[in-house]
Nanobody, 124 residues
Framework: LVQLVESGGGSVQAGGSLRLSCVVS????????MAWFRQGPGKEREGVAL???????KHADSVRGRFTISQDTAKNTLYLQMNNLKPEDTAMYYC??????????????????WGQGTQVTVSS
């Protein structure tokens, strides 16, 4: 059973920082892409950042230069460092894992496994 468990969300003021974590268990593919998505109030879920087993990274234009995705394979943990947060970053943040194909595309339909989400709220 593949499980993804996020943590690290919270409430911060604009300009602040948070680091999200996602512990992955039961995932056995040696080839993979892991990603962070978010869904704001009344919005569709959108891709934030992606990383693969070779540490290749991709960030959405809206967060590039402010957010950084990383991983610690020894701890089976995915991270999202979020700096200079803005009110428009307010959303539920989800980590996700795909089926082992390398596509480098932040599309919801391409990811098979999902965590339950962690809420990030940024006040102005």
């Amino acid at each position: 059973l593949v499980q993804l468990v996020e943590s690290g969300g919270g409430s911060v003021q604009a300009g602040g920082s948070l680091r999200l974590s996602c512990v992955v268990s039961g995932y056995t593919n040696s080839r993979y892409e892991m990603a962070w998505f978010r869904q704001g109030p009344g919005k569709e879920r959108e891709g934030v950042a992606l990383i693969n087993m070779s540490d290749h990274k991709k960030h959405a234009d809206s967060v590039r230069g402010r957010f950084t995705i990383s991983q610690d394979t020894a701890k089976n943990t995915l991270y999202l460092q979020m700096n200079n947060l803005k009110p428009e970053d307010t959303a539920m943040y989800y980590c996700a894992a795909n089926d082992g194909e390398l596509r480098a595309r932040l599309e919801v339909s391409l990811f098979t496994y999902w965590g339950q989400g962690t809420q990030v709220t940024v006040s102005s």
